[in-house]
């Protein structure tokens, strides 16, 4: 089985989110995890932010760290068709990419996960995943 965890996911996680960072340890346990190539994009623009906005360098390396961690033990990939169900266009690859994979789609974003389930995909809240 596959999981695709939506970048909200995993930055809750590395700023504490508990549910979230169990969230993930639990598919990287368990399942296969696949994220399409704009997570790292998105996750280094995330963590460019919070480097000009935080002063704490430790908590801004720490955060850093977390996401190149959680890049080593995930495999990239694009889905074939990126479908336009979203109004936020980064969405669309994560959703494209569990419906293609027929993935377990985990987000925290309430939006994303309503187009994803008006697709069929079996999309979850991470605390539903925990469940």
């Known amino acids: 089985m596959k ?4 970048t909200n996911v995993i930055i809750s996680a590395a700023l504490g989110s508990q549910t979230c ?3 993930i340890l639990k598919t990287l346990e368990k399942y296969e995890v696949i994220e399409p190539k704009i997570v790292s994009m998105e996750l280094d623009c995330f963590y460019l932010k919070m480097s000009q906005e935080i002063k704490n360098t430790k908590k801004v390396k720490a955060i850093y760290d977390y996401f190149r961690i959680f890049l080593m033990f995930i495999k990239i990939g694009n889905p074939k068709k990126v479908l336009d169900v979203s109004p936020d266009k980064p969405d669309n690859y994560f959703i494209s990419l ?5 993935a377990i789609f985990i987000t925290g974003d309430k939006s994303a ?6 697709m ?11 469940e």
């Open 21 to 23: 960072k169990e969230a």
């Open 98 to 102: 569990a419906l293609e994979y027929s």
């Open 113 to 118: 996960l309503k187009y994803a389930r008006d």
């Open 3 to 6: 999981v695709v965890i939506d």
């Open 120 to 130: 069929k995909i079996d999309a979850k809240l991470a605390v539903e995943f925990l």
